[in-house]
Nanobody
Framework: QVQLMESGGGSVQTGGSLRLSCAAS????????MAWFRQAPGKEREGVAS?????TTTYADSVQGRFTISEAENTLYLQMNSLEPEDTAMYYC???????????????????WGQGTQVTVSS
């Protein structure tokens, strides 16, 4: 049974930092593709960062240079620095356990999702 559990969200001021975690279980983590998405109120879900099954990482232009994806022990992390009010959203972890994805920041590429963790950035 695939399970993804996010944590680490919270409220910070502009310029602050947060590190999100996604604890994964129920599948062969090393063969999977993993990604972070976010959804702000009234907006569509958008891809933030991903790690494809071949190890390549992809970032949305809006977070390039500020966010970093990493992982250890079947846990995916998202280090978020220089946070801006525009980063306020529910953040989700997603996986495609079977492997490589063609479009790493396309939500339709991923089969399983966590429940999300809220990030709020105030000015």
């Amino acid at each position: 049974q695939v399970q993804l559990m996010e944590s680490g969200g919270g409220s910070v001021q502009t310029g602050g930092s947060l590190r999100l975690s996604c604890a994964a279980s129920g599948f062969h983590y090393g063969r999977s593709s993993m990604a972070w998405f976010r959804q702000a109120p009234g907006k569509e879900r958008e891809g933030v960062a991903s790690r494809n099954s071949d190890g390549t990482t992809t970032y949305a232009d809006s977070v390039q240079g500020r966010f970093t994806i990493s992982e250890a022990e079947n846990t995916l992390y998202l280090q978020m620095n220089s946070l801006e009010p525009e980063d306020t959203a529910m953040y989700y972890c997603a996986t495609r356990p079977s492997g490589w994805v063609r479009r790493p920041l396309d939500q339709n590429q991923y089969a399983f999702w966590g429940q999300g963790t809220q990030v709020t950035v105030s000015s």
